[in-house]
């Protein structure tokens, strides 16, 4: 089973400032299957990027995700408001597809 | 629009039984794997379940395996999670999240908007 280990834990900001997220594998994922979804206080999380690098449909260019084998990134480019909120990884190469513990978001 | 809708969480007591639905439209539903996740109070997502779209496969996480049951009922558009032997630790809130890409192992997109269990006395 491969375990995702996301960091920082919690990343405190300021609109417009620039977010980088870690997302870990415990081994590496398979042809780059990792996705990160979004998840706002009491909202379902919603699927930001695919593929490690492919931005959803709808999602705006600040996001963007790069890295492949066991270290992957969600960069945001210049937060702004609606950005603040709780960020997870997911890897889809191998069984169970399980998650990261996820990293918050907030606002300094 | 392509919509998952979960219902029938609620308060049960610990050893007691739910079943879960998940409707679905705007799509195919045959075609397509679908998926329970579940997130407790405050904590993180942990995937618990996956049915393909005929059925013929099916996963458990170990935390669920002896006790739910997930199954689908292509006809009706309906996905469903039976919750029996249930404990404290199972209070979540559950999501169906369908696979991005029929026959494929992908990631989860669409979710639908969850559905409250609370296991307590």
């Known amino acids: 089973e491969i375990v995702l280990t996301q960091s920082p834990g919690t990343l405190s900001l300021s609109p417009g400032e620039r977010a980088t997220l870690s997302c870990r594998a415990s081994?590496?994922?398979?042809?780059?299957?990792l996705a990160w979804y979004q998840q706002k206080p009491g909202q379902a999380p919603r699927l930001l990027i695919y593929?490690?690098?492919s931005r959803a449909t709808g999602i705006p260019d600040r996001f963007s995700g790069s890295g492949s084998g066991t270290d992957f990134t969600l960069t945001i480019s210049r937060l702004e408001p609606e950005d603040f909120a709780v960020y997870y990884c997911?890897?889809?190469?191998?069984?169970?597809?399980?998650f990261g513990q996820g990293t918050k978001v907030e606002i300094k | 629009e392509v919509q998952l809708v979960e219902s029938g969480g609620g308060l049960v007591q610990p050893g007691g039984s739910l079943r879960l639905s998940c409707a679905a439209s705007?799509?195919?539903?045959?075609?397509?794997?679908i998926n329970w996740v579940r997130q407790a109070p405050g904590k993180g997502l942990e995937w618990i379940s996956y049915?393909?779209?005929?059925?013929?496969?099916?996963y458990y996480a170990d935390s669920v395996k002896g006790r739910f049951t997930i199954s689908r009922d292509n006809a009706k558009n309906s996905l469903y999670l039976q919750m029996n032997s249930l404990r404290a630790e199972d209070t979540a809130v559950y999501y169906c999240?369908?696979?991005?890409?029929?026959?494929?192992?992908?990631?989860?997109?669409?979710w639908g908007q969850g559905t409250l269990v609370t296991v307590s006395s």
């Open positions: 999240a369908r696979d991005a890409i029929p026959k494929a192992f992908v990631w989860f997109d669409p």
């Open positions: 049915i393909s779209s005929s059925s013929r496969t099916i």
């Open positions: 593929g490690a690098s």
């Open positions: 705007g799509f195919t539903f045959s075609t397509y794997s």
């Open positions: 997911q890897q889809y190469g191998f069984s169970p597809r399980a």
């Open positions: 081994q590496s994922v398979r042809s780059s299957t």
